[in-house]
């Protein structure tokens, strides 16, 4: 068995993406990767990055479009050969594999490299032509990582017929499992596409002939959901990598921080940050502590809820400065006057009244009946399929239910 990746799978360009994708090429060579596709978003981060990357990775990266401008020639190994034993009994001691790595063909895509030499990518269908016969010279199977979209990689499989699999991801598409022609085999082109955002692992089971070539081939899908445990070194590097990424989100937001003044007048005891705004202007967050005084039962409802504790889940797994986290675990976060720091406005922490209701500043002073109106399919606003798959109405809304039974909303 051998591990490979199609590319595509470094961060943004900042220090979180940086860290976070450091974090993904040890992994892989704890995991024991063979081989990686060499594909645009490799470079950005810079050339100097990928180059620092590439030193620390055990295992090359491929491409045969990705090129320097001035020579045509490919950035990294144009492909490689990996020798693969073969279970005992087989009449082959072992079958050659050979890698290349295509990426879909863009004409804005311009990056320097050593020396400012400029890279560039070339048409995808053009670099096969050119590299797939010496890959077939030198090995039994010919495999191209793909970071292109799955018609594009379709084309190359027409185009180009010595090719036997295909396998990798651009865009959510994915290709059936199974050999359906015009799908998932063209010719003797084998494709898998799994889909991007890694949420998904392609397992491809290779029957190999007399020669070391395709006999067969099975393809499974893999969904990597909650119900696979974590490997302990590597989930020790997720949390390792989360922590920092949390303490640099932390640094930058407390050296941002907006808010300098004290509460406001009017302030609910024990609730810095929490307070009632002027009426004038539009509506801003001001606290649940502000609810209690004529919400009391609802309040104490509230109190004894998870939301009244979902900042804490944050800071426990050191997620409490990862701004795809923070919004829907407290109030108003992005927004005027809403959440910006525990040290900056700790009343807003965990998803409290105004999370359904809306910012509370202009209640009960200047809005009448009706402010607060809302529903529970406000509760998907944050309790997507992605971020809580668990999630279903008639087991979690009980739990914060604090209207009468003739309410069908809250």
Not at 387 to 404: A, C, E, F, L, R
Request: glycine share 10%; with cysteine.
């Amino acid at each position: 068995m051998i591990s490979i990746d199609a590319g595509d799978f470094t961060g943004d360009p900042t220090p979180p993406g940086q860290k976070q994708t450091d974090a993904i090429v040890e992994g892989m060579n704890q995991m024991g990767y063979r081989v990686a596709g060499f594909s645009q978003r490799e470079l950005a981060q810079g050339w100097d990055a990928f180059q620092a990357r590439r030193t620390r990775a055990k295992f090359p990266f491929v491409s045969a479009n990705i090129v320097w401008q001035d020579t045509g020639e490919p950035v990294v190994d144009p492909f490689v050969v990996v020798k693969i034993p073969l279970r005992k009994g087989a009449k082959s001691r072992d079958t050659r594999l050979a890698f290349t790595a295509l990426t879909v063909n863009n004409p804005s895509f311009l990056k320097n490299g050593a020396g400012q030499r400029r890279i560039v990518t070339v048409d995808p269908v053009t670099a096969a032509a050119k590299y797939v016969p010496q890959m077939r010279a030198k090995a039994d199977i010919v495999v191209v990582l793909s970071s292109m979209d799955l018609e594009v990689a379709r084309n190359v499989a027409r185009k180009v017929k010595e090719i036997d699999l295909i396998l990798g991801a651009s865009g959510p598409a994915q290709s059936r499992a199974d050999d359906f022609p015009e799908d998932s085999l063209i010719g003797r082109t084998r494709l898998q596409a799994l889909g991007d955002q890694g949420k998904t692992l392609g397992d491809v089971r290779v029957m190999v002939d007399d020669r070391g070539g395709v006999a067969s081939v099975q393809r499974v899908v893999v969904g990597l959901t909650r119900e696979w445990p974590d490997d302990p070194t590597l989930a020790q590097l997720m949390t390792t990598t989360r922590e920092a990424v949390n303490e640099y989100n932390r640094s930058l937001a407390e050296a941002q921080n907006p808010f300098a003044a004290p509460a406001p007048a009017g302030a609910a005891a024990g609730a810095p940050g929490a307070a009632a705004a002027p009426a004038a202007g539009p509506p801003v967050y001001t606290g649940a502590e502000r609810c209690q005084a004529c919400h009391a039962e609802a309040y104490a409802t509230w109190s004894r809820s998870k939301h009244a504790h979902a900042f804490d889940i944050l800071v426990k797994s050191s997620q409490n400065y990862n701004p795809k986290c923070v919004g829907c675990h407290t109030m108003g976060y992005g927004k005027p006057q809403g959440f910006v720091s525990a040290t900056a406005t700790p009343g807003l922490e965990h998803v409290g009244c105004e999370g359904c209701h809306g910012p509370s500043s202009q209640h009960p002073d200047t809005v009448g009946k009706g402010y607060g109106a809302t529903s529970v399919e406000r509760c998907r606003d944050c309790h997507t399929s992605e971020n809580s798959p668990d999630y279903v109405p008639s087991t979690y809304i009980p739990q914060i239910k604090h209207w009468g039974d003739a309410k069908t909303s809250p």
